[in-house]
């Protein structure tokens, strides 16, 4: 299965964006499905994770304004961002974890070419 994000860009502080991630294959053979993010110099870190069950999880610097969810009909993930800040700048990846020990850990197969999002002060 191959992922492919898009719906990156340059807003302003305070703007939203969605991003898609468009599978090849069906997203629900997947136990969990999630964003993450890479800031210039920063590793890369999840944003948000929806598993099989419904469960959803997020990063505390995102809670209450970023929102997971997929469409199965369309294999497509998506990441719906509110109030954006200047810290959400970063390249967004998502990927197919494996929950372990209690965090998704990023399969190294599934890693896409990314999404920029920009957000100016």
């Known amino acids: 299965v191959q992922l492919v994000e898009s719906g990156g860009g340059l807003v302003q502080s305070g703007g939203s964006l969605r991003l898609s991630c468009t599978a090849s294959g069906d997203i629900f053979k997947f136990f969990a499905m999630g964003w993450y993010r890479q800031a210039p110099g920063k590793q890369r870190d999840m944003v948000a994770a929806l598993n099989s069950d419904g469960e959803k999880a997020y990063a505390d610097s995102v809670k209450g304004r970023f929102t997971i969810s997929r469409d199965g009909a369309t294999n497509t993930l998506y990441l719906e961002m509110h109030d954006l800040k200047v810290e959400d700048t970063a390249v967004y990846y998502c990927?197919?974890?494996?929950?372990?020990?209690?965090?998704?850990?990023?399969?190294?197969?599934?890693w896409g070419q990314g999404t920029q999002v920009t957000v100016s002060s």
């Open positions: 990927n197919a974890p494996d929950y372990i020990y209690g965090r998704y850990a990023p399969d190294p197969d599934y």
